[in-house]
């Protein structure tokens, strides 16, 4: 048993480390600056959707809410870089927050009521500095 414990807690050890580890080609947040004069939502998703507005609103998820003039991180559980071996872009949507919180679900989607929508490629984000600025 004790052999045990010391296995797993090299283990632990060791797995820690690696995911604490930075470097240049692995990045965990993105920068949202709101620069309109309204407060904003915005959507992360890739590319690769088959639907550009997904199924879920945006204001059922705490987070996706961006005041006027602000900004807010938008972080990432592992490498960003990782995604674009799927997809070659990552997409996100803004909305009007008072449409929002305001419009059905279901006329959103349907009418396409977006304020802007990027489509990111690796390339966009490292040149952008891994920032994103509306508008």
């Known amino acids: 048993m004790k052999n045990f414990v010391i296995i ?57 809410k961006i005041e006027k003039l602000s900004s807010k991180n938008d972080y990432y559980n592992s490498c960003i870089e990782g995604r674009f071996y799927d997809s070659k872009t990552i997409r996100y949507i803004f909305y009007d927050a008072q449409i929002l919180e305001t419009t059905p679900w279901d006329t959103v989607r349907a009418k396409y009521l977006i304020l802007k929508r990027y489509d990111l490629s690796l390339e966009d984000l490292q040149r952008m500095n891994w920032t994103i600025t509306y508008p």
């Open 8 to 64: 797993i807690s090299i283990c632990l050890a060791y797995f820690t480390a690696c995911c604490s580890c930075k470097h240049e080609n692995c990045h965990k947040k993105i920068i949202i600056i709101n620069n309109s004069n309204k407060s904003i939502y915005y959507h992360p998703n890739s590319s690769n959707s088959d639907t550009l507005i997904l199924d879920y609103n945006p204001t059922s998820i705490d987070g996706f």
